[in-house]
């Protein structure tokens, strides 16, 4: 074991730029693959077993469900929070709960999961995409100002990546303009804006546990808020528009709505994965942070930056931009190939969302025309253009959650890999 241990020091010590990229016919720098996802064990099947042998397996006569959203509004530090079957229905059930509707406008940015733009279309209401904080890779606050209307009636950030949005700017511009704002919070457990918990500062605040996420129940979701009539509303709307049962089950209605319920089954799971999370959460900022103070030195490696009121990034992506000037004009996609053949999985990230196709079909729509009318949907389009975002999509490079749980070594191999390509990109961009 000693000499086995020496032998891979001084491979270490073998500078990254004396080696070949594995592209050009080199070792890659890593066989292994990266932490598996999810992690369970005893915890999640006691949990799973329990809910079966109870016979119980909805939240109508189970108990799991709400005993997850009393511990997790406490983890949060919400006073409300309901589960739903996923974040998508947590963002249509907020979105519903504050009236959202036809004839309203939803700023929202181009750099997200695209749920968080259905979510707006489903309510027949208008997206209006403010820029991206081309730093941050966050909504950027100026924008938003910039891009408001009278009928503007929600502001809709999302932390993305696991780091928090400006919300100081951000909440001070909902107050200044009396629109409620709803944090797209399905990227960030347990991430913080100023020490408190992100999904507890906006009148709502939504997340996933889709099974990527970086607490998971295959799929799943959660809806928090302080507001204890807004939460009822949200129920019913999750509930087919049954408010919550008070005596016996009666079929009277408090609106209309949709089943969005998570199963008993999924809260027993969240419950197990919950006591994982706060070490998992340290890990990733670990290391995140120490992959931040190597990568940082590389010219043409710029991650991203946090803002000062983030006191905690939960790091469910590790982002950074990517200068192909710095590395021979190796493109983008040539340098994800290469850092691939290293055993290093990145990717591309999001394609800039305020151009899909569909969603000039949506503005065409005959419902859209109806609502908004030929001269706002002109300019709306008119008015559609982040000129910042479209770089950060050309530029930006991701890492997993799950990469970030492993060893500090992995860090380092992470960061050697990049030096490598970086040492031979002209042979690289070449080829
Ligand atoms: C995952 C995600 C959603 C949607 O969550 P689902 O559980 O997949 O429905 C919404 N917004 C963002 C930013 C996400 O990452």
Redesign the pocket.
């Known amino acids: 074991m000693a000499a086995v241990a020496a032998g891979l020091s001084a491979l270490r010590k073998v500078r990254a730029s004396d080696r070949k990229p594995a592209l050009l016919g080199g070792a890659p720098m890593r066989r292994e693959p990266f932490p598996s996802w999810p992690v369970f064990g005893e915890p999640e099947e006691r949990g799973l077993l329990g809910v079966l042998r109870s016979a119980k397996w909805g939240r109508g006569s189970g108990k799991t469900v709400e005993a997850f959203e009393e511990s997790y509004a406490k983890l949060v530090g919400a006073r409300y929070c309901l589960a739903t079957a996923?974040?998508?229905?947590a963002?249509l059930t907020a979105l519903a709960a504050a009236g959202i509707e036809a004839g309203d406008e939803v700023v929202v940015p181009p750099y997200?999961?695209i749920?968080?733009i259905n979510v707006v279309l489903m309510r027949h209401a208008l997206p209006v995409f403010a820029d991206t904080d081309i730093e941050t890779f966050q909504i950027d606050p100026k924008s938003i100002e910039a891009v408001m209307s009278p009928r503007t009636a929600a502001i809709l950030p999302?932390h993305?990546g696991g780091a928090a949005c400006d919300l100081d700017a951000i909440t001070s511009i909902a107050s200044r303009r009396n629109c409620i704002v709803i944090e797209?919070a399905?990227?960030a457990h347990l991430a913080e804006w100023r020490g408190r918990r992100v999904g507890s500062i906006g009148k709502a605040g939504c997340f996933?546990?889709?099974a990527s996420?970086n607490l998971n129940s295959g799929?799943?979701?959660a809806m928090l808020t302080n507001d204890a009539q807004f939460v009822e509303r949200a129920f019913a709307f999750h509930n087919n528009g049954r408010a919550r049962r008070t005596a016996a089950p009666d079929f009277t209605y408090a609106s209309y709505g949709a089943n969005l319920r998570l199963t008993e089954f999924q809260g027993a799971l969240l419950l197990a994965q919950m006591e994982r999370l706060e070490r998992q959460a340290r890990q990733r900022d670990e290391n995140g942070r120490y992959l931040t103070s190597m990568l940082a030195e590389i010219d043409g490696i710029r991650p991203a930056r946090t803002y000062a009121g983030c006191t905690r990034n939960a790091y469910h992506l590790y982002m950074f931009r990517y200068d192909a000037s710095r590395f021979a004009g190796l493109s983008k996609a040539g340098f994800l190939k290469a850092l691939r053949a290293e055993g290093i999985p990145a990717s591309g990230g999001y394609a800039p969302l305020n151009r899909e196709p569909f969603l000039e079909q949506v503005i065409q729509s005959k419902g859209y025309r109806a609502i908004y009318g030929e001269a706002r949907l002109k300019q709306w389009r008119e008015q559609n253009h982040c000129p910042a975002n479209d770089r950060l999509c050309s530029e930006a490079i991701w890492l997993t959650q799950n990469m970030l749980l492993g060893p500090r070594s992995d860090m380092e191999q992470i960061v050697e890999a990049i030096q490598k390509i970086k040492a031979h990109a002209p042979a690289l961009a070449k080829g």
């Open positions: 996923n974040g998508t229905s963002l997200t999961f749920a968080t999302v993305l797209d399905c990227q996933s546990f889709q996420k799929e799943g979701g």
